[in-house]
């Protein structure tokens, strides 16, 4: 199973970028999906995450506080895709993201914690 992360770049502040991770493998179920992000020179941090929701209901969500507002974490179950629009993009989002995901495999009772590759964002003042 693996986590391809995609969208990262350099952009000017102010400007707009859309991450998305899509997980592939033998699949039976994604639980909570999430980004993290690793600025320079610092630790690993948590950006947004989204649990699985239900069919008609979207996934409950949760953003660290330098976020709120700007960005929104949003998932699409039937691509087992999760998604991060980032607005207003501010010098201090520099870093590495990375997706993170609990995943179910097939023939499996438990989930697994699995993370995909860094994708680098720079937001330029």
């Known amino acids: 199973v693996q986590l391809q992360a995609s969208g990262g770049g350099l952009v000017q502040a102010g400007g707009s970028l859309k991450l998305s991770c899509a997980a592939s493998?033998?699949?039976?179920?994604?639980?909570?999906m999430g980004w993290y992000r690793q600025p320079p020179g610092k630790q690993r941090e948590l950006v947004a995450v989204?649990?699985?929701?239900?069919?008609?209901?979207?996934?409950?969500?949760n953003y660290a506080d330098s976020v709120k507002g700007r960005f929104t974490i949003s998932r699409d179950n039937a691509k087992n895709t999760v998604y991060l629009q980032m607005n207003g993009l501010k010098p201090e989002d520099t870093a590495v993201y990375y997706c993170?995901?609990?995943?179910?495999?097939?023939?499996?009772?438990?989930?697994?914690?699995?993370w995909g590759q860094g994708t680098q964002v720079t937001v330029s003042s």
């Open positions: 993170n995901a609990d995943i179910r495999y097939n023939g499996r009772a438990y989930y697994t914690n699995v």
């Open positions: 493998g033998s699949i039976l179920r994604l639980n909570s």
């Open positions: 989204i649990d699985s929701g239900t069919m008609l209901i979207s996934g409950s969500t």
